[in-house]
């Protein structure tokens, strides 16, 4: 059973550019959350994705956006790329239950540089 | 705002000792928790949870504690192995809208010396 997978695993972009990321949850799983992960520092969330639709949002500016599949894999987008970008971009994946304690199961992450 | 923190950055111990490795959180509505290992160059990977309405629970080779009364959280490693060197994340989860969304400090680095 594959877990979560990303890609792709590094990415290089500069300033003003546009970047599309993305991630196959585990099997089993509907629910896609994204977190960025700056160097020395926990992840924080970004967004979280159920039924194709954007659940729950973090403290992101609208440059970052999303897409869930029909399939649960999803996209993670972002525009107008600065430099503080620059971060290991990670998707986690989860079954949406009743009462929503699942935990989350993360993908290798992506590792982003904007020069 | 709340938010969970560490008090060590940094955890040096001898292969073999047992690791204590602490976490702090402010928010008391957060039910439940997770401790993940993040080894370099992966994702966060789970090791154990723990809700509120328990105050130990134990896994093979760590064991969590959660202490309410005073907001603490600690994850215990038996006979520490060089393999465990990670740093080693708390996240507290907030229950919002039916989904968990944990947040997460800013981790400890436990490095283990053979």
């Known amino acids: 059973d594959a877990g979560v997978t990303q890609s792709p695993t590094h990415l290089i972009k500069t300033r003003g550019q546009q970047v599309t990321l993305r991630c196959s949850p585990k099997?089993?799983?509907?629910?896609v959350s994204w977190y960025q992960q700056a160097l020395g520092q926990g992840p924080q969330f970004i967004f979280q994705?159920?039924?194709?639709?954007?659940?729950q949002r973090g403290n992101f500016p609208d440059r970052f956006s999303g897409h869930q599949f029909p399939n649960y894999s999803s996209e993670l987008n972002v525009n107008a790329l600065l430099l503080g970008d620059s971060a290991l971009y990670l998707c986690?994946?989860?079954?949406?239950?009743?009462?929503?304690?699942?935990?989350?199961?993360f993908g290798p992450g992506t590792r982003l540089l904007v020069l | 705002g709340e938010s969970v923190g560490l008090h060590l950055p940094t955890l040096s111990v001898q292969e073999g000792d047992n690791s204590i490795i602490n976490c702090a959180y402010s928010n008391s509505a957060s039910d439940y928790f997770i401790w993940y290992k993040q080894e370099s160059g992966k994702g966060p990977q789970f090791i154990i949870d723990?809700?509120?309405?328990?105050d130990k629970r134990q896994g093979q080779r760590v064991t969590v504690l959660l202490n309410k009364t005073v907001k603490h959280l600690s994850l215990q490693i038996a006979a520490t192995q060089p393999g465990d060197s990670a740093v080693y994340f708390c996240?507290?989860?907030?229950?919002?809208?039916?989904?968990?969304?944990?947040?997460f400090g800013r981790g400890t680095s436990l490095i283990v010396h053979p």
């Open positions: 099997s089993g799983h509907d629910t």
């Open positions: 723990i809700r509120s309405n328990m």
């Open positions: 986690a994946s989860s079954p949406m239950v009743a009462g929503g304690q699942e935990t989350q199961y």
């Open positions: 996240a507290e989860n907030l229950g919002t809208g039916g989904s968990y969304i944990p947040t």
């Open positions: 994705y159920y039924e194709e639709e954007e659940r």
